[in-house]
């Protein structure tokens, strides 16, 4: 096929009331010794070939348009309109031809993959959804009604580790080796006709590490893992999306379902489904899932009460003396000498801050420190006196 066929092919399709269906046509007609697969929107090849299981190349006499889009995430990146790729995959040889148009809510789009046969066909095509399902060094976040890596936010699971995290006693031992010896005890559930799953609500007010604490559950427990930012979707329905984040996580599995601020996410038209998700009708074998809240008290009973639901409730309370002179001294070891304070000053932060998270300890740090670069001529203890006074003033607002 000529490369002004080609372009003829796409024009007509543009122009007709349905795209999808006039270029599926015309591509049947045309290619009558193909196998004809096509879907709605892209058929994403670049991860796969990346990594070497196919090679393509965009057919030269074709222009390939695309729009270009910039993310402070992606940097730059497009997003084919008219695409033809010429694919060889174990020796055999695909076309993948791609369109989008401009629909009359939002933009549309369909795929088209001309194969030598079915077998072949449906053998590659399944191939590279596989691919494109599996998590890699990845974290999906689901949000507007759909999954999307993000890798941003695995950078700072990466970064995240128990050694950062100072909490009361031996309960930061007590959460991993919870977890350590659920993945290592599946042939104990299934010995007892138990559904292997767990499910861990982290309790408490802000700034305190229930955050740090699941990131570095993440990295430490290695299991891919789905991210819950908001079950709102502009072209869907709250309902779908806690359906389409259960399947997720069953095909999945085994995983981590993180749930942030789950008192914020769930409402009355969700909660019921999301517990019958859960816990009612699905067993969610592999599944771990981890929700945060800081307001239990608005979190329905049924939730918060039944353990098959959350077997483990972790409470990350305000630090007491002895975890906030820990968390001192371990921020007093990273200042600079003169921003450090002796053992009298430390026990003097440890004093004012009662009450204070360990967010606002940082910040009575990070503030000093500000506040230190232009007045060095006043002592450190001082200046984190006022810094204490002024945080508690906000914390009484």
Avoid at 64 to 81: C, F, K, L, N
Avoid at 264 to 287: H, I, K, P, W, Y
Avoid at 365 to 387: G, I
Wanted: net charge neutral; glycine share 6%.
């Amino acid at each position: 096929m000529t490369s002004s066929g080609v372009q003829e092919m796409f024009d007509r399709a543009l122009q007709h009331p349905e795209p999808a269906y006039a270029l599926g046509a015309k591509l049947a007609e045309l290619f009558r010794d193909r196998h004809m697969i096509e879907g709605p929107g892209q058929l994403d090849l670049r991860s796969f070939a990346h990594a070497k299981k196919c090679k393509t190349e965009f057919r030269a006499d074709v222009y390939q348009q695309s729009d270009a889009y910039w993310s402070e995430q992606d940097g730059v990146y497009r997003i084919p309109e008219i695409v033809w790729q010429q694919v060889e995959w174990e020796g055999s040889a695909f076309d993948l031809a791609m369109l989008r148009w401009r629909g009359p809510m939002r933009d549309a789009g369909r795929h088209y993959l001309l194969a030598p046969d079915r077998e072949r066909g449906e053998a590659f095509y399944a191939a590279v959804q596989k691919w494109n399902l599996e998590l890699r060094d990845e974290v999906l976040v689901f949000t507007d009604g759909c999954f999307a890596k993000d890798q941003k936010l695995f950078e700072s699971i990466k970064r995240a580790s128990f050694d950062q995290l100072i909490l009361e006693g031996t309960f930061k031992e007590q959460i991993r080796e919870d977890f350590k010896f659920f993945l290592g005890s599946r042939e104990l559930y299934d010995e007892a006709n138990v559904p292997w799953r767990r499910g861990a609500l982290f309790i408490g007010p802000p700034g305190n590490g229930k955050t740090l604490c699941v990131k570095a559950l993440i990295r430490e427990l290695g299991l891919p893992c789905l991210y819950i930012h908001s079950l709102e979707a502009k072209y869907g329905t709250p309902q779908r999306s806690v359906e389409t984040i259960f399947k997720r996580a069953r095909e999945q599995a085994p995983c981590i379902l993180v749930l942030e601020d789950i008192d914020a996410l769930l409402t009355n038209g969700t909660r019921s489904l999301f517990l019958n998700e859960l816990d009612g009708f699905a067993q969610n074998a592999g599944v771990i899932t981890l929700a945060t809240t800081n307001h239990p008290e608005r979190l329905d009973r049924s939730i918060v009460e039944r353990p098959s639901r959350f077997d483990r409730k972790y409470h990350f309370m305000l630090p007491s003396a002895e975890t906030r002179m820990n968390y001192v001294r371990s921020w007093n070891d990273r200042l600079r000498r003169p921003l450090r304070f002796d053992a009298a000053g430390q026990a003097k932060l440890v004093e004012l801050t009662e009450g204070f998270s360990f967010a606002y300890i940082q910040e009575v740090f990070v503030s000093t420190t500000m506040h230190w670069m232009t007045k060095r001529d006043r002592p450190v203890l001082e200046l984190a006196e006022e810094q204490i006074a002024t945080l508690r003033a906000q914390m009484t607002r």
